[in-house]
């Protein structure tokens, strides 16, 4: 098992920055590809980035520029930079996680075993 906590989440006016954390524990010392996704209200989770074990970022096409995965494998731990936040932005943002190999990623929610309880972040006009 595979425990995952999201923080970094907040208040963020329009143009702002936040970044997000996820750090994993449990049974962290295999090969791992991690993923954030996001929630807006009332509307369905969808694919923000994925990074690979081997730490090769990809993004959702309306947030490559803005946005930035990272990962230090030592310490268990993914983030996501968001840079120049919009209104449309504000989501409740998950972390996921799944066993992997090299430089798979998904993009998929059915492709991630492991989800944490998700940040909240919110975005002002």
């Known amino acids: 098992q595979v425990q995952l906590v999201e923080s970094g989440g907040g208040w963020v006016q329009a143009g702002g920055s936040l970044t997000l954390s996820c750090e994993g524990s449990g049974r962290t010392s295999n090969n791992y590809a991690m993923a954030w996704f996001r929630q807006p209200p009332g509307k369905e989770r969808t694919f923000v980035a994925a990074?690979?074990?081997?730490?090769?970022?990809h993004y959702a096409d309306s947030d490559e520029g803005r946005f930035t995965a990272s990962r230090v494998n030592a310490k268990n731990a993914v983030y996501l930079q968001m840079n120049n936040l919009k209104p449309e932005d504000t989501a409740v943002y998950y972390c996921?996680?799944?066993?992997?190999?090299?430089?798979?990623?998904?993009?998929?929610?059915?492709?991630?075993?492991?989800w944490g309880q998700g940040t909240q972040v919110t975005v002002s006009s």
């Open positions: 996921a996680a799944t066993l992997t190999r090299g430089s798979w990623y998904g993009t998929k929610e059915y492709e991630y075993e492991y």
């Open positions: 990074i690979s074990w081997l730490g090769e970022p």
